[in-house]
């Protein structure tokens, strides 16, 4: 037998074995960008970990980019997209809102796949979380209260419906640049018309229908889009 077959054993620190779980939840899917990490007390007590212990785990995959801290919040999961790339569009978005269309088209590719692949794979569960979404924004709409969150929501259950966990990153990073965006579409006369667009979009979902799903998803891009063109075209005039 030749020499220096074997390996010696190495003893993986407690630490190393959170961060493993947490990284394959993040993987797998189970932990979706935004999900907030149970409390830390309740962490502490499923890993049985001391808080340092845990404290270590954590601070890692935050220095990893897998999670975000804040002092007083909860550990949330963080979009696998890099923040060197969003960060530069979120000030591009701020300065040029004429910006805001190119990152609407380039949703829109995405958004058609999404729907697609939706109306495919879906589950019961899926599909309820997606009319939670809708009963919830009509609710809001209803009390005048804002929906853009709401939105979001929306079109990152549809990704998270179509079981991709790379588009249901890029839609969380994209939501996130342009919720507020969006949120203007719904301080007019057309807000119905859009939550009545979703609705059409749930429906299509629902009855396994691939094409009218990747129909109605187009629809409702580009009424939003053409909103956000008037938008823009009355902020450039103002400017004037």
């Known amino acids: 037998m030749e020499d220096n077959v074997f390996r010696a054993i190495e003893q993986k ?63 949330r999961v963080r979009s696998l997209v890099p923040s060197n790339i969003t960060e530069p569009l979120h000030r591009l978005l701020k300065e040029d809102m004429s910006t805001s269309l190119e990152l609407i088209e380039s949703r829109t590719i995405i958004e058609r796949g999404n ?53 249901t990153h890029l839609m969380f990073s994209i939501y996130d640049l342009l919720k507020e965006k969006v949120g203007l579409c719904y301080m007019n006369d057309e807000k119905m018309a859009i939550l009545d667009q979703h609705q059409s979009i749930v429906e299509a979902i629902k009855a396994r229908d691939e094409q009218q799903a990747l129909t109605r998803m187009e629809e409702h891009l580009s009424y939003v ?14 400017k004037q």
């Open 225 to 238: 889009e053409s909103l956000l063109n008037r938008l823009i075209a009355k902020e450039s005039s103002v």
């Open 13 to 75: 620190k407690v630490s190393a074995q959170i961060i493993d779980q947490v990284k394959t939840l993040i993987a797998s899917g189970k932990l979706k960008p935004g999900d907030a990490l149970p409390p830390e007390r309740e962490l502490m007590k499923v890993f049985n970990v001391s808080r340092p212990t845990l404290r270590e785990a954590l601070n890692a995959l935050s220095t990893m980019g897998f999670v975000k801290m804040a002092q007083r919040q909860r550990t």
């Open 115 to 167: 729907a697609r692949l939706a109306a495919r794979r879906a589950t019961d569960a899926d599909i309820a979380k997606l009319e939670r979404c809708l009963v919830s924004m009509r609710a809001k709409l209803e009390a005048h209260d804002s929906v853009t969150e709401d939105d979001a929501e929306f079109h990152i259950a549809i990704a998270e419906a179509a079981h991709n966990k790379i588009q």
